[in-house]
């Protein structure tokens, strides 16, 4: 019997775990599992919200530890792990992803000496300003075991000097709750309730520090897509941190003057689903958005300089934008000028809905 903690802490991680707790508990002969939240995201919009949607179990134990700048949000994620790891004994802790409660976990058993897995292991955008891109780096030098969803990324691992054995192509599990989750997020009624019909409106996601924390910038952004509105109704689920630089900013009645603009708070996984699986164009600077339009073929244009998800480009539909307003434009209108995709849309190898048992039978057979 393998006894497992399975950690989640923010938004985006969700998606990742709930797939594998169901694969685990397919198989509680062999396996026992324990679900960690760690509190990074603690709205309800941000995490209660997902558990429902996904038929998450409630977590075992949650951490609660909250905001704070890296080293203060790291460090309470490391002091609050640190006696469930001491207490529960397990044979594997898994983390998924590249958010800090990921590190924060990996760290602490690498310490005491307990063997971590990575999900999502190997993706480099190869931009060290990202707190991201440091969390992914870190957490796969001292994880065992590294799941990647794509083969570029078992090459950026190996290219870093590790052994092939620590490596396993298992393909992306966030993919597995997308295509578990459509039939279901079909009778979702959030286009009739903002009052967007198919395939004749946007939907915009924004939150990474370096679009949302610099003035110039968002307001850059806030201006291509006051433009882009006129042409196109938009649709933007804000993240609590860009809610609060638009007010800091004063940009937000600017935002508010674009009727063709809906400013609207975070969704659900399921409506969110429901949402941008209609859309005609997708706006984000998200990483997993970036894969989910490439599976579900929506056009989706990426508002930063670089991808860790260079396969979204090379066979989905992504088309990495930047975040200049004459390129934002530029690309939206011609986005929305051709009429037809180019080809149907190609979907990246293991990215099938089984990554999750592929997952589990690595941790088996490790
Ligand atoms: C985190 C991840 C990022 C991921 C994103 C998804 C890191 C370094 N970043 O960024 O990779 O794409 O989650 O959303 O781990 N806040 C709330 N309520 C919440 C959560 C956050 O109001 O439930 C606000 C707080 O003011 C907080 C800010 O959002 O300070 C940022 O939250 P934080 O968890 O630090 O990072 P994210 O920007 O959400």
């Not at 209660?48 to 790291?74: C, I, K, M, W």
């Not at 910038?217 to 638009?246: C, M, S």
């Not at 599976?295 to 260079?310: F, S």
């Amino acid at each position: 019997m393998l006894k497992v903690l399975n950690i989640v802490g923010a938004r985006p991680n969700f998606m990742k775990v709930g797939p594998i707790v169901e694969a685990m508990n397919r198989r509680s002969d062999r396996f026992t599992q324990l679900l960690i939240h760690t509190g990074q995201h603690y709205d309800a919009a941000m995490s209660d919200a997902f558990f429902e949607d996904l038929d998450l179990p409630r977590p075992h134990r949650y951490l609660g530890v909250g905001s704070g700048s890296h080293a203060v949000q790291t460090a309470a994620v490391m002091t609050a792990f640190e006696p469930i790891v001491v207490e529960k004994k397990p044979d594997w802790v898994l983390v998924v992803g590249d958010v800090n409660s990921t590190l924060a976990c990996a760290l602490v058993c690498s310490k005491l000496g307990v063997k971590v897995a990575h999900v999502e292991a190997g993706l480099r955008s190869r931009d060290r300003t990202m707190p991201e891109e440091i969390n992914r780096l870190l957490t796969d030098q001292i994880a065992d075991l590294l799941l990647t969803p794509s083969t570029d990324a078992d090459d950026n691992l190996r290219a870093e000097g590790i052994p092939d054995e620590r490596i396993r192509f298992v393909g992306n599990v966030m993919i597995d709750s997308l295509y578990k989750q459509l039939e279901r997020a079909n009778r979702s009624e959030i286009r009739e309730q903002l009052g967007v019909a198919e395939k004749n409106y946007a939907v915009l996601t924004l939150h990474r520090p370096a679009n949302v924390d610099d003035k110039d910038t968002l307001a850059g952004i806030v201006g291509a897509l006051q433009e882009i509105a006129t042409k196109l109704p938009i649709v933007f689920p804000a993240h609590p941190r860009t809610r609060k630089a638009l007010e800091t900013f004063g940009l937000t009645s600017r935002l508010e003057q674009q009727l063709n603009l809906k400013v609207i708070e975070p969704l659900g996984y399921l409506d969110f689903l429901r949402l941008y699986s209609g859309a005609r164009l997708v706006l984000t600077d998200s990483g997993g958005i970036q894969e989910e339009t490439t599976v579900l073929g929506i056009p989706c244009l990426t508002l930063r300089n670089n991808t860790e998800r260079p396969i979204t480009i090379e066979m989905g539909t992504n088309v990495l934008v930047g975040v200049t307003p004459a390129r934002i434009l530029d690309a939206a209108f011609s986005a929305l000028n051709s009429i037809e995709m180019k080809e149907k849309p190609r979907v990246p190898p293991l990215w099938d809905g089984k990554a999750a048992e592929r997952i589990v039978d690595a941790l088996q057979e490790f």
